[in-house]
């Protein structure tokens, strides 16, 4: 089918119950980060610093991951590599879209170059080509353009969210073609007390740490 907008296909690629649940896994990603750096001085130091950055895109995939599972919601996750294999970074999958998700400064802000989100936005259709089996399904999608990439973007400010946008990139992911501010969704974040987040910190160092000496699996 074809959407009138874009509006249309966000609501029903990344429709509310879903995208509420993906909000509260990034406020439970940067609530993890923040008693992480309360549990370790050494975060705490102006080194330490340098690396909130990376455990905020760590702690948001890991906890997406969960919320997926623990929710049973319409959509799914997978761990990615670069194609320089030094990088590795998660992928959500819808019906007809993929998203990747990124930290930004700004809530317009385009993320940084990268070769898979400029490779992913050259035609909204060849992205789904290694997921849809049925080459008449992917046919019949390229024609009636179904199928669109999308990035979720989000930044903070004092390491709590300040935005968390859903948008579509123009071809060559250097400009927005449509943006949607998820904070403005008529519904209630899912709070995190601490005891919750100290509960769930062991498994996220786990395999923080198993990432770093080159196993990890998919945060």
């Known amino acids: 089918m074809r959407y009138v907008n ?3 296909f966000v609501d029903s690629e990344f429709p509310l119950k879903v995208r509420s649940q993906i909000t509260s896994a990034i406020y439970m990603g940067y609530d993890m980060v923040t ?11 102006v080194y330490g610093k340098n690396t909130y950055g990376i455990l905020r895109n760590a702690a948001v995939s890991f906890c997406i991951d969960r919320k997926i599972a623990e929710h049973g919601l319409d959509i799914s996750s997978k761990s990615v590599t670069n194609s320089r294999r030094n990088f590795n970074y998660i992928q959500l999958l ?74 579509i990139p123009t071809v060559g992911a ?27 910190l062991p498994t996220f160092k786990e395999q923080l740490v198993k990432g770093v000496f080159g196993d990890g699996e998919k945060l």
Request: charged share 25%.
């Open 6 to 8: 874009e509006k249309e």
């Open 35 to 45: 008693q992480l750096v309360k549990d370790n001085h050494w975060l705490q130091s």
């Open 94 to 167: 819808t019906g007809n879209s993929i998203i990747n998700i990124s930290q930004v400064k700004s809530p317009n802000a385009v993320p940084r170059y990268a070769d898979f989100r400029y490779e992913n936005s050259l035609v909204n259709g060849q992205v789904e080509l290694h997921i849809e089996k049925d080459v008449a399904q992917i046919l019949k999608k390229l024609r009636t353009n179904e199928v669109n990439y999308m990035i979720l973007t989000h930044g903070c400010f004092n390491n709590v969210p300040a935005f968390v946008h859903i948008g």
């Open 174 to 200: 250097d400009s927005w073609r449509y943006q949607y501010n998820l904070l403005r969704d008529p519904y209630v974040i899912e709070k995190n007390d601490e005891e919750h987040i100290k509960s769930v």
